[in-house]
């Protein structure tokens, strides 16, 4: 993993963890700090190897998957055995696979509450010594304070806690400052040194766009990228298997006016509509795109990252669900469709390129709508957003070709009843809420 010197989110989290102390970690995205509860929950493993031995709790499946992989890795000589347990996925495999009592499992918390109620005491949390929180911030929130709440109830008291998170919300100030429980000490606590959220090696820009050539700016953008990302754009892999006839590169262009393959690139928008609409577009406009949002299955949400991380698609087209923890090296160009409602939100996205000292360029759209929010995210993060412009003939030159592009998108995704998925989640989202509310009554 080319680690040769500790993060400094590292250096003040792994050794209180290793004493046994409770630990509350705060660092920017690309900080290095999955490593810093992973390493710790190792060791103590290696002392005394039992499952199950350390639950870590994520906000999203992509992240679940993502700390699985690097706990594999680390693990590796221990012959660790660790467990993912989300959504999406078959529920049966997974009690199969708690029941075997892995030494780590990783989660999102609905679903390992579900398994804990379906288990009729095949296995428990009982003997777990240390409980991680990723991504507290979005963990201690409203959305899953019935799932914790259940979790604490059934967790051991004297097990260990580590909280890890880019942003210190007042929720997570509160549990800093509380008295510690029986026999506990407070817990440390590893603030930021600096003031400004986001890194020094990320550029930051705006460009002022009228809401409806946006999709025209969008590929002007992906045809021409900014210069300092250009050395970044990776070769796809070689086919497997030779195709009988060349397919064209794009529906409206032809093969000669299809621009080269910009570099890996994150474009995050708010609905998952919106992400496959745009998927669309650039796949008519001749650039390879993959989707990455909750209305797919947790399959394809796999197979959009893998395509990606693999190079054979360099656009990845994601709502916020791809904004929080995920590490995929080398990505360098974070585009915001739309600007985030929080601005917080804005740290986690455009943290996605420029991690790990490398440099990377975030470019957010702004419409006539757009203005607050962009102050907003400009107070949020102490640092002014720089104005990129883009040639306003040469974005129009392709006007005709995206306009058709942009018609082709639409009747694909009404074809593929998209709105009618849509309104079938609603309605299962409704009856949710309702069925919540009858049960706190």
């Known amino acids: ?177 509380a008295p510690p429980r029986p026999g506990k000490q407070k817990p440390v606590i590893h603030r930021m040194k600096e003031s400004v959220e986001t890194v020094a090696t990320l550029k930051q820009y705006y460009i002022l766009v009228p809401s409806h050539v946006r999709e025209a700016y969008l590929f002007h953008l992906l045809a021409h990228p900014p210069e300092s990302t250009l050395a970044l754009r990776r070769a796809p892999p070689e086919p497997t ?36 609409y745009l998927t669309l577009l650039l796949q008519t406009l001749g650039i390879r795109s993959t989707a990455l949002h909750s209305r ?25 669900v791809g904004a929080r923890g995920l590490d995929i090296s080398d990505v360098a160009l974070v585009v915001n469709w739309d600007v985030p409602g929080e601005a917080e939100e804005y740290t986690h996205r455009v943290g996605r390129t420029a991690r790990a000292g490398r440099h990377g360029v975030a470019v957010s759209f702004v419409t006539e709508r757009d203005e607050e929010r962009v102050l907003k995210v400009e107070e949020r993060i102490k640092t002014k957003l720089e104005e990129l412009v883009l040639p306003e003939e040469a974005v129009l030159s392709k006007l005709n070709a995206v306009s058709t592009a942009k018609r082709l998108a639409n009747m694909e995704l009404h074809d593929s009843n998209f709105g009618k998925r849509e309104e079938i989640h609603r309605a299962k989202a409704a009856k949710r809420r309702r069925d919540e509310g009858a049960d706190d009554s």
């Open 241 to 276: 298997t030779k195709q009988r006839k060349p397919k064209k590169a794009s529906a409206v262009l032809p093969d000669d006016e299809v621009p080269p393959p910009p570099p890996p690139t994150i474009i995050f928008c708010h609905k998952p509509r919106t992400a496959a």
């Open 1 to 177: 993993m080319s680690i040769r010197a500790p993060t400094d989110i590292q250096a003040a989290c792994i050794p209180p963890l290793l004493e046994g102390r409770d630990c509350i970690g705060n660092a920017k995205t690309g900080s290095g700090k999955t490593i810093a509860f992973a390493l710790p929950i190792l060791q103590k493993l290696s002392v005394d190897p039992f499952g199950i031995f350390a639950l870590v709790l994520t906000p999203t499946r992509e992240l679940a998957f993502q700390i699985a992989e690097q706990f594999a890795v680390l693990g590796a000589p221990l012959s660790v055995r660790t467990a993912v347990i989300v959504g999406g996925m078959d529920f049966v495999a997974q009690a199969i696979e708690l029941g075997q009592r892995p030494h780590v499992v990783v989660a999102t918390p609905g679903r390992i509450v579900d398994h804990l109620k379906s288990s009729g005491g095949e296995w428990d949390l009982s003997r777990v010594r240390m409980l991680v929180l990723d991504e507290a911030d979005r963990l201690l929130t409203s959305t899953f304070t019935p799932e914790l709440s259940y979790l604490f109830g059934v967790l051991p008291k004297d097990r260990q806690t580590a909280l890890f998170t880019a942003t210190l919300t007042d929720a997570i100030e509160k549990l800093a400052d």
């Open 296 to 320: 797919l299955t947790q399959r394809e949400r796999l197979a959009s990252l893998g395509l990606f991380r693999a190079a054979v698609v360099p656009v990845l087209v994601s709502t916020d």
